[in-house]
């Protein structure tokens, strides 16, 4: 990847650049038994549209918390990327009462209803599907977001020193989320682009949303996300990681 890259924005723009139409979230769901394969390019474009969404739909500024009541899920990893690329910051299982806006999923609606400004909901159903009724007094972003546009441009330049992501109580500016994931990936077992991490991890921990995120996209590399692995047997695991040429785990 680019050494001059300094936030997580950044490090999609040369993934894009280097190989658009290379595998990087692949995501299962093994109580639905739900898989969705995510290349760089359609995943910059999901970004791209949920970018646009924050920016010029909900008027978010560089600075704004948002907080992300969400599991582990592709659709939280494109969340992530947009708020990166309009450089509010993200807060991944944060509170919604200390947030000017929040993205809930459909089990914590009661939770984000504590946020005072706009209110996202995610159905997180299969092929990102919307809600059948849409939930009282939030968006659905599954109605919204399809009809944004595919190239996104900030107003303003993102700051790599400025906060971007607050997880677990730790706050990290871009530039430290890049430079930690590059320092990081190693240890995860990814060494370069051939590298594929499985991740079972919840994403509202740094351990989670660098396994399952930052460090794979640091290092050209690519995530295999699982939520409910639980759910699967031992054998199946198995064949999952031989069948998805997995190179390393985290669980």
């Known amino acids: 990847m680019n050494a001059t890259d300094r ?14 139409a290379r595998p990087l979230v692949t995501f299962y769901d093994d109580a639905t038994g739900e898989r969705v394969e995510l290349s760089v390019a359609t995943f910059a474009n999901w970004v791209a549209k949920t970018a646009n969404y924050l920016q010029d739909e909900l008027s978010t500024e560089p600075g704004d918390r948002v907080a992300l009541l969400l599991p582990g899920h592709w659709q939280t990893a494109v969340w992530l990327m947009a708020c990166h690329s309009v450089g509010v910051v993200a807060a991944p299982g944060g509170d919604p009462g200390a ?17 005072s400004g706009e209110r996202i909901a995610l159905a997180l159903r299969p092929l990102g599907g919307r809600f059948p009724q849409p939930p009282a007094g939030f968006r659905d972003y599954a109605l919204e977001v399809p009809g944004m546009g595919d190239r996104f441009a900030p107003y303003a330049p993102v700051d790599p020193d400025e906060p971007a992501l607050v997880v677990a109580g730790r706050e990290f500016s871009g530039a430290e989320v890049v430079e930690r994931a590059r320092a990081e990936a190693p240890g995860l077992g990814l060494t370069g682009p051939v590298s594929r991490i499985l991740s079972a991890l919840p994403y509202d921990t740094w351990a989670g949303v660098a396994a399952g995120l930052y460090a794979p996209l640091a290092i050209g590399g690519s995530v295999v996300l699982c939520r409910n692995l639980d759910q699967l047997s031992d054998e199946a695991l198995a064949n999952r990681v031989d069948s998805e040429r997995v190179t390393a785990t985290a669980r």
Do not use: K, Q
Not at 7 to 20: E, F, G, H, N
């Open 7 to 20: 936030t997580p924005a950044d490090l999609l723009r040369s993934a894009l650049a280097a190989d658009a």
């Open 99 to 115: 947030a000017d806006l929040v993205v809930s999923g459909p089990d914590t609606l009661e939770a984000a209803r504590a946020c």
